[in-house]
């Protein structure tokens, strides 16, 4: 349902009649691409005879990956070999009709195709071509192999995030792709200004989008900290809460909470208690409050410590798993899953994480097989039945039914 409770089916999608070339592939990109087709756009996800890494990530059901699913849900896909003169003029006659290109290759390789803004501009200047890269297009490390996980190590992120966990020196294993998801939606974003800009201007323009500096944006603290002395209290603010059977986060981010957090632990006396009264020294005296906190919470279940915490208005949480998660009522409510299908069946993605009174915003319905839509775009950019024929390696006569 949207926030007005409107039936979404009689909502037309914001970017409805765009058209996005996507030559983006495994996550940051296509995330990017993904969220253009959920708001409308006909997105033309452009792939080699291979197919693109993510197709080959489990879980795999008939050769059909879901996690290539859940990136690329309501694009097309077409194949071309860019290595091929006649595939580059595809892609130069289907630039006409597009007013969105993203690409997430190394800085450099478009160029070498002929496929870089400024050879694409001039066949069609209302063009908005993003680049996704690691640290930029130009400058000293432009040209560097970079994954999210790199970009974690190389951004500070990692080791800001080790500071907040006593006792411990080695950075932590990798396994989500911070880098990736933020970098996606910084794009999203900088395509869709460049599209309002393009109504007034009717020009587009080159978009150059640095992993390095979105993960960067995330370390709000610790970009000031880097500038100024600041002491740390000796335990981090936000970490688990032990209970009698698991732990709780409780976030403690105003007077108020605070006040809130030491009646439900019984202890309003902490609240005119020199060592913790006034916000400067209670980040010194952190370990002692926290420590007080949970001789309270280790007396009660995580189900009765949240129950106490919730009806004194404390902000807190179990310790969830994603399954967990996305079976919370609230999830339904907010119709936050959508269901996609591919070859090996059906399964579930998220939608964009805002809904909006006057638009539709949902995942497509499918997610395509490679190649599926190469035949119609190829016959769009006026190729013969025997040169469709020629790129494809299937008969003239098979192109027919």
């Known amino acids: 349902m949207t926030i007005a409770g409107n039936d979404e089916g009689n909502l037309t999608k914001s970017f409805q009649g765009l058209r996005v070339l996507d030559f983006s592939t495994t996550i940051a990109g296509p995330h990017c691409t993904r969220m253009l087709a959920d708001m409308g756009a006909e997105v033309i996800k452009i792939e080699s005879a291979e197919g693109e890494t993510m197709r080959t990530r489990p879980p795999v059901r008939n050769k059909s990956s879901s996690a290539f699913g ?17 595939a580059i003029e595809v892609v130069r006659k289907l630039v006409l009709s597009a007013d969105i290109l993203v690409e997430n290759f190394r800085p450099g390789v478009m160029r070498r195709l002929k496929l870089n803004y400024d050879s694409l501009r001039q066949l069609n200047p209302k063009l908005i071509y993003c680049s996704i890269s690691g640290y930029g297009q130009t400058g000293p490390s432009a040209e560097l192999p970079a994954y999210a996980p790199v970009i974690h190590a190389a951004s500070g992120y990692d080791m800001a995030h080790l500071s907040y966990q006593p006792g411990r020196s080695r950075p932590d294993y990798c396994g989500i792709y911070h880098a990736d998801v933020v970098t996606g939606v910084y794009a999203f974003g900088a395509i869709a200004a460049a599209l ?28 000031q900290w880097s500038q100024f002395a600041v002491a740390s209290p000796s335990r981090p603010m936000f970490g688990p809460v032990e209970t009698a059977d698991g732990y709780v986060m409780i976030a403690i981010a105003s007077e108020k909470t605070f006040q809130n957090l030491v009646t439900a632990a019984g202890h309003t006396e902490w609240i005119s208690d020199p060592r913790f009264a006034k916000y400067t020294d209670r980040r010194t005296n952190w370990e002692g409050l926290m420590d007080g906190i949970e001789t309270w919470s280790r007396t009660l279940s995580t189900e009765q410590c949240l129950a106490e915490l919730n009806k004194n208005g404390v902000p807190s949480s179990a310790y969830r798993t994603v399954a967990q998660a996305l079976s919370d009522p609230q999830i339904a409510h907010r119709g936050a899953l959508a269901e996609v299908e591919d070859d090996g069946g059906t399964f579930k993605v998220m939608n964009l994480p805002f809904r909006m009174s006057g638009a539709k915003v949902s995942a497509g319905r499918r997610a395509a097989t490679l190649g599926e839509h190469t035949v119609v775009y190829l016959k769009e950019s006026g190729l013969s039945e025997d040169e469709i024929a020629a790129f494809t390696g299937k008969p003239a006569m098979a192109l027919q039914r």
């Not at 992993?211 to 370390?219: H, I, V």
């Open 196 to 223: 309002y800009q393009r109504r007034d201007s009717q020009k587009g323009q080159h978009i150059d989008v640095s992993m390095m500096e979105s993960m960067l944006s995330l370390t709000l603290n610790e970009v």
């Open 70 to 86: 859940q990136l690329n849900a309501g694009k097309k896909s077409l194949v071309l070999d860019l290595k091929s003169p006649n």
